[in-house]
């Protein structure tokens, strides 16, 4: 058995043994969730009893944040939520510094930044355990989760399709890399110029080459839909690029998921998006709020993927 990784800084950290372990207990307790709720009992487990998990967000968040603080709390530990603006790293402080010092007081951090590099300073200083809550070149929790929903829906990645369209962005990124792995065929349809990484698109390519899926990037939205068993679109100007917004919506504009658009996909294809979305730019209305959307099965599913990733990262066998 290959040794979990100390760290998920990238899809790429682990086998597709490892994330379908993880879907597969996240799917156990979604379950058990349910059945609390259902009955009026407490969901609070001791997975991380007595360990602290510092939260590090130098960008905006409503889900990542919320869900990971209910995901600790919930596995028993205790979550400690910080904006950069309010640490020494938001005057200057080095992220290394930071990383070494929170990894003498908390059992694990979890990071959302801007460059990849960072996130990999912070954990090579720190001692424990480090997770990526989003970088410019990955979203690796979010693909979790969007595979927990793809297999929901469908039941299966083999032989079955999913398509992004938009920027090339760090969703686009994780999804090529965690559909590579499991089999799922993943499409990128992008404007020009707004590829996906090509190093990221090169791994991706390999890793297909094992599992027999299949990876394509192209500028041809409706091409890229045909047939596809999963459409996901997400915001065209991503955090830290608010100064392109204007330039990149009339780029973008051919590349919005319509109603007309879906009509290419497979039958009984979904819509997914990891939100925030903007209605009537990267989606209309009508798609996003209409019966195929899997949109808020998305965003619960960080909840459970981050509680099966933690508890996995910090199982006290090791
Ligand atoms: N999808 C996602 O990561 O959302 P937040 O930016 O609200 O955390
Ligand atoms: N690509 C988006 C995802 C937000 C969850 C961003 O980085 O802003």
């Not at 990784?5 to 879907?23: E, H, K, M, N, R």
């Not at 927990?148 to 962005?169: I, K, M, P």
Request: charged content about 20%.
């Amino acid at each position: 058995m290959i040794t979990f990784p100390p760290d998920y800084l990238s899809v790429d950290d682990l086998t597709a043994a490892q994330l379908i372990g993880l879907l597969d207990l996240a799917d156990e307790l979604k379950a058990e969730r349910a059945s609390h709720h259902a009955e009026g009992t407490s969901a609070v487990r001791d997975d991380l009893a007595g360990r602290t998990v510092a939260m590090i967000f130098e960008k905006p968040s409503t889900r990542t944040r919320v869900s990971f603080q209910v995901a600790v709390t919930e596995l028993g530990g205790d979550p400690l939520p910080l904006s950069s603006a309010e640490l020494q790293l938001g005057r200057g402080e080095t992220i290394g510094d930071t990383g070494a010092v929170l990894g003498r007081y908390v059992h694990a951090i979890v990071v959302r930044t801007f460059g990849q590099e960072r996130i990999v300073a912070l954990a090579q200083a720190a001692d424990v355990p480090v997770v990526n809550a989003l970088t410019d070149l990955e979203h690796p929790c979010q693909a979790l989760a969007d595979l927990q929903a793809f297999r929901e829906a469908h039941g299966s990645f083999e032989g079955r399709t999913l398509t992004y369209v938009g920027d090339g962005n760090n969703v686009a990124n994780s999804l090529l890399l965690a559909g590579a792995k499991v089999g799922l065929s993943v499409r990128v349809a992008h404007p020009e110029g707004y590829a996906p990484d090509t190093t990221v698109v090169a791994r991706a390519e390999q890793l297909a080459a094992d599992t027999g899926a299949q990876i394509v990037v192209t500028t041809d939205p409706v091409a890229a839909v045909a047939g596809a068993d999963a459409v996901y679109a997400d915001v065209w100007a991503s955090m830290g690029q608010e100064g392109e917004a204007e330039e990149r919506a009339a780029l973008f504009a051919p590349f919005q998921v319509t109603s007309e658009l879906m009509s290419h996909a497979a039958d009984g294809a979904i819509f997914l998006h990891c939100l925030p979305a903007h209605r009537e730019e990267e989606v209309t209305a009508e798609v996003i709020d209409g019966p195929t959307s899997r949109v808020f099965d998305q965003a619960e599913n960080r909840l459970h993927v981050q509680k099966a990733l933690l508890a996995t990262l910090l199982r006290r066998d090791g």
